[in-house]
């Protein structure tokens, strides 16, 4: 998809506004149905060749490695937010600096995470109450999987680049790439070397850091306005600030949303590395409905910047109205898919009965439920691409961790069940939803208001 497709004048319906974020957000989808499949291919072959602690240690881990690297995903549409308001309002001139910014950013945050990461590992594992016979095996996981933060890093904020730009195909093919050596990598490693725990991480690290590499020589080799050119007389300070305006509540939020998920973590390794392991099976499925509650927000936060900064109003009302209809509708298609044959799917996961039941819970509790899940972030990202940055990310704050710790620490607590502790992801969803409706519709109001 070329910058184009996204200033066509022919717009103003909403068959024609349907058409425009389907083409935009075709790639995203499959991307995520790419990387969820990878990550079902690996959680396959650990469960299958490793052992049920392994896949209890990778599952125990993984909410500790999501507040990380999500919170790198969130920095990075910043960069996005940016580029798409400049291309909106014509101003293309300083488009190289912003780009080369951008990357840089990518390098020091992702460095730095990485290096927090690996230090502190066992600590934060064992803050999360990891149950000790695991804790050994999460904690190498942890170490080794956090030397990929840099290749994320800049994996992300060049994806963010070329989405700005209207590019969202080539991501979706070195993400390609990448999640398929990821998987053979892992076959041999796991399956035929037997290295375990060490050879799914190692497999990791070594396919994130091709799909950087190829994201990177996309923008080296670009001919158009988002090239990246390695000048350190191009690093901005100016953008740099602005970038980290946009980038740092983002990347708030999804740290928000992960760190309730830890706090809900480290409940779940409360009732025992069984259950821990039935709650990553569950968990590996449910990641096929963050096809659509991921792809249509990207879209939302694009459309809505790039609309703002070229002062089109009406078109950020469809666009919303339009990504909100439709992503909440697939999303729960595939959520009900997924609850109906449940039993099937955990089943490739797990030949132990204890273990599917089990992840049934999170399936009838969580999974189907998510597709509030993505209406609250195609709301908040509509709001961010409208100028206001902060108060979204406040209202999330209250309403989706604070919800949740108040939720755990109370209700939870006189109530010691799986069922209990499932039930806070989505009432604090539809929560923080109704309340970011309002705050959308008085922000636009109020633009509009100014603009008349």
Sequence with gaps: MSVKHIED??????????????????PIMLAN????????????VVGNFVSEKGLAAVGSAAPLIIFFTWGLNGLSLGADVLISRMIGAGKRERIPNAVFTAIFIAAVFGSL??????????SLLTLLKTPEDILAYSTLYTRIYFLACPAISIYHFGSSVLRASGNTKDPTFFLAISGAVNVLLNLVFVAVLHLGITGAASATVLSQFLSAFLIFRRLKNDEGIIRLNIDRKLLDRELMVTMLRYGIPSALQN???SFSNIMIQSSINSFGSAFVAANTAANAIEEYVYVFVDAFPLASLTFSSRYY???????ILRMTITAFCICGIGAFCIGSFILLNGRFLLGLL????????MGILRLRYVTFFLFMNGLLDVTVNSIRGMGLVSIPTIVTLFGVCGFRLLYIYTFFRLHHTPEVLYCCFPLSWLLTLLIQLTIWVRRYNS??????
């Design 255 to 257: 740290q928000l949303f």
């Design 33 to 44: 149905i790419l990387q969820i499949s990878f990550n079902f291919a690996d959680t396959l």
């Design 9 to 26: 004048t022919d717009d103003m319906s909403y068959k024609t506004m349907a058409k425009k974020i389907l083409l935009f957000v075709w």
């Design 309 to 315: 900064g070229a002062k089109e109003y009406q078109k």
């Design 113 to 122: 995470i990485a290096c927090l990461g690996f230090v502190f590992a066992e």
């Design 447 to 452: 633009i509009r208001t100014d603009k008349n």
């Design 350 to 357: 797990s030949n132990e009965t204890q273990i599917v039941e």
